[in-house]
């Protein structure tokens, strides 16, 4: 099976793909809009394998939580292909994405957050298992203050950080004694099309309908909460 999965919930837009057993992921930091490069960054990942679009069998995105736009033009530009090629789409959890890619042993804690702003994360804690693609979730992805990330985080254990929300707080983690810094992350290929595989086999008839892939934005979007507060006055 050929598979894609696209992922551009934070500053970092990645693209994998896999054939049979060979995967390759394309990644690039983005300052602008990921609607500006997303295609061609797909375009150049694809050809890594000698693939094009058409030869995609099965799709999968990162659906979040992260940047409102990032998430949005990653669930669209799937759904868009999804339709367009009558394929399966897969939605993923963008932190178990990366914590399912991380090289630690059994046991070690995972904490993976994006920068949320107003003092925030878009964030998620796990414990690596006997499954590296199955990390027990501690603290599912949401909107958090660090506090609440580090309020779960068994410290007897290693802690692996990732995202550029580690580094925005990195003064408060730092008081994890065995906390471990992977700076500039970037999540595995071939673990990525795995995570869509195995979830797809499972269950193939739960992805026949892109329109049941959504977004995952944790909370409201400024002009949202702009929005009510003007209907309450």
Request: glycine share 10%; net charge neutral; hydrophobic share 40%.
């Amino acid at each position: 099976m050929n598979i894609l999965v696209i992922d551009t919930a934070s500053p970092l837009e990645i693209i994998a793909a896999s054939r049979g057993d060979a995967a390759v992921e394309t990644s690039i930091a983005v300052n602008t809009s990921h609607s500006v490069t997303i295609l061609d960054t797909i375009d150049r990942c694809l050809a890594g394998l000698g693939l094009a679009a058409g030869d995609i069998n099965c799709l999968g995105v990162g659906v979040g939580p992260g940047s409102f736009t990032g998430i949005r033009i990653a669930v669209s530009t799937a759904r868009m292909m999804a339709q367009v090629l009558g394929i399966p789409l897969v939605g993923i959890p963008t932190h178990l994405l990366y914590a399912a890619s991380v090289d630690g042993e059994t046991g070690e804690n995972v904490m993976v957050a994006f920068d949320a702003k107003k003092g925030r994360v878009f964030g998620a804690l796990y414990r690596k298992s006997g499954s590296p693609l199955a990390p027990r979730e501690i603290i599912p992805p949401g909107d958090y203050g660090i506090e609440r990330l580090l309020g779960g985080v068994d410290i007897s254990r290693k802690t692996r950080l990732i995202g550029n929300g580690t580094e925005k707080y990195r003064e408060a983690l730092l008081t994890l004694e065995r906390g471990v810094f992977e700076k500039n992350f970037v999540p595995s290929g071939e673990t990525m099309c795995r995570l869509v595989n195995e979830a797809y086999r499972a269950d193939p008839s739960r992805f026949k309908d892109y329109n049941r892939v959504v977004p995952c934005y944790a909370r409201k979007s400024d002009a949202e909460v702009a929005k009510e507060l003007r209907e309450k006055m």
